[in-house]
């Protein structure tokens, strides 16, 4: 149920509105600039709830905008998603199989740079196909991540690529949510917004595909050597049944739910049957009040991440609430005088949004009728002004290091060792697909770019 909530009001005005995002915003940095983990950024949401409390007119409707934001659908699903995620992951980290793919790939040559580059350009086709950037981590990380560390790639540039090719997919698929939404609330056909878009989009990823190309980061040669001295296991890479399950599950429309849960019935059955795992190493309990096996640490490995989006989506219902949104788009009708300054009304307006909700659709959606009248009266061609919102999206809220982009992307990093950790404020920087797709947009709002159809 996703049904309004009383607006709630806050004491010193906008000022106290703003001081829950203001002290997230301020721990955030902190805990940036400490190289901390996921865990740093759960503090910082969670001290900007508590500090809500001190600013709040009145507490009973705040408490209600806090259940609001956790009662959102998208809530439960990229929660669900994050634990069956963690679960196949196990299943196929734990076999065995990248190690073997590792020893293939560093005897093939196919290391460093090469493989950064290979690997956006997988997630780009993988993303684009699905339709899903959350999707597409958790089928990515899992195998080409490790792999490519093994074979000399640095960590953060790894998940810099596989973060870049699904904020291509998210901004260009056809099937993508914040394609449907952009072109929706222009009133924009659907085949159109794609193919003007590739205008945007397809530049974007040459120049991102170049820097990876060029500038990607290498590890010493002893990940290297390590992988090719390793020893491969044929048999593990029966375990790819899940990934494999998941993609044509996804590309059969089907929910991605339903797509994880078919890839870890799959990975369980392929496990057992070729003597990989055996049931106790899977699920065991050894007494003691204890439960132990693959699955359940898989499952208790989420907390950091789980915690952190409760507190984001809590958050979210105040912001919400609190009447945010509509003060945003005061600004944007305001600022919106002639042509050029409506289109930079409608960049800064999204990025906005979409970095304080993390969700470009929720973005998109809330300024989506604001954008329309407008655009409008200013002239600005409806499949402009969906460009313009779907791509601003796809370069803020990928930027930002609190949304899900950076947050799953580091805790699916980190499953596999402290030397493979990811801090999340440190992918912004090598998130090349959104820094590219900045320059655009700014090319296209002060030059002109693409702005005649």
């Known amino acids: 149920m996703d049904q309004k909530v009383k607006k709630i009001e806050f004491r010193f005005g906008k000022a106290g509105k703003l001081a829950p995002l203001i002290v997230a915003a301020a721990m955030i940095l902190w805990a940036a600039f400490s190289q901390s983990n996921v865990n740093g950024y759960v503090l910082a949401f969670f001290a900007a709830l508590v500090t809500g409390i001190l600013f709040v007119k009145d ?65 780009c086709l993988l993303a684009f196909a699905t339709g899903t950037s959350v999707g597409t981590y958790f089928v990515v990380i899992p195998i080409l991540f490790p792999v490519g560390v093994m074979a000399g790639a640095a960590p953060e540039f790894m998940i810099g690529a ?102 870890i019935l799959a990975g369980i059955a392929a496990g057992l049957l070729f003597g990989i795992y055996t049931m106790d190493s899977l699920i065991s309990f050894p007494g003691g009040f204890s439960v132990s096996g693959a699955i359940i640490e898989a499952i208790t490995g989420t907390a950091g991440t789980v915690a952190m989006l409760i507190a984001v989506f809590a958050l979210l219902g105040v912001v ?48 989506g009728d604001l954008v329309n009248e407008l655009g409008e009266k200013a002239g600005v061609n409806r499949y402009r002004r969906a460009n313009l919102l779907d791509c601003t999206g796809c370069v803020f809220c990928f ?48 030059a002109g770019y693409g702005r005649k159809s």
Request: glycine share 8%; with cysteine; aromatic share 8%.
């Open 320 to 367: 919400e609430c609190s009447g945010l949104f509509e003060d945003v788009g005061v600004f944007l009708s305001r600022f919106a005088k002639n042509e050029r300054s409506t289109e930079a009304a409608i960049v800064l307006s999204t990025g906005i949004l979409s970095m304080v909700t993390g969700v470009i659709s929720v973005a998109i959606v809330a300024l």
């Open 162 to 263: 596989i973060v870049s090719g699904a904020a291509f997919g998210d901004n260009l698929g056809p099937i993508s949510d914040t394609t449907i939404a952009s072109s929706a609330t222009q009133h924009a056909e659907l085949g159109t917004v794609v193919k003007t878009r590739m205008r945007y989009s397809l530049p974007a990823a040459a120049g991102a595909l170049i820097l990876f190309l060029l500038f990607s980061g290498t590890t010493d040669k002893s990940a290297v050597t390590s992988a090719a001295d390793g020893t491969a296991n044929p048999v593990s890479l029966a375990m790819l049944v899940v990934p494999v399950v998941i993609i044509v599950l996804c590309l059969m429309k089907k929910h991605l739910i339903t797509a994880l849960s078919w890839g």
């Open 59 to 123: 507490e009973k409707a705040y408490g209600e905008a806090l259940v609001y934001g956790l009662s959102k659908p998208m809530f439960g699903v990229i929660v669900m998603a994050v634990i069956l995620a963690a679960i196949s992951g196990k299943l196929i980290s734990a076999s065995g199989a990248v190690q073997t793919i590792a020893v293939f790939v560093v005897e093939a040559g196919f290391t460093g740079k090469l493989f950064v580059a290979a690997t956006f350009l997988i997630t």
């Open 399 to 446: 930027l930002a290091p609190w949304t899900v982009h950076c947050v799953i992307p580091a805790q699916q990093s980190a499953q596999f060792g402290e030397g493979f950790a990811v801090a999340p404020a440190s992918i912004p920087f090598v998130n090349y697909y959104s820094i590219c797709m900045l320059v655009m947009l700014a090319v296209a709002v002060i």
